[in-house]
């Protein structure tokens, strides 16, 4: 099975009923609840998602601090080892 590079998304929301609302109803679908007593300064509702299929996971996020907008959507990549990418992004002057 291929994997998605990517491995995990974030998008910061400031109203989390209205951005719940507005993506299951485009993507039709259900957003679940993600986090516990570990997670109690962040509010997270995840997408659907199976490790069994291609495409990445991610959640909406809302969280004291950080603002929606401009870079407030994160996204984790997903690698065996960290430096092999790395080796990559220093020889296209990356930083």
């Known amino acids: 099975m291929q ?3 990517v491995g995990w998304f974030e998008i910061y929301v400031e109203d989390m009923d209205r951005a719940k609302g507005f993506y ?9 609840k993600i986090g516990g ?9 995840g997408f659907p998602s199976s490790m069994e299929q291609y495409g990445a996971a991610g959640a909406l996020s809302k969280m004291e601090g950080v603002a929606p907008g401009g870079n407030s959507t994160l ?4 690698c065996q ?3 092999v990418e790395q080796g990559r992004v220093e020889r296209r002057c990356g930083r």
């Open 75 to 78: 996204v984790y990549f997903s």
């Open 37 to 45: 007593e570990a997670t109690m300064d962040i509010d997270m509702w």
């Open 24 to 32: 299951q109803t485009v993507f039709d679908t259900t957003l679940e």
């Open 81 to 83: 080892d960290c430096e």
């Open 3 to 5: 994997t998605n590079p």
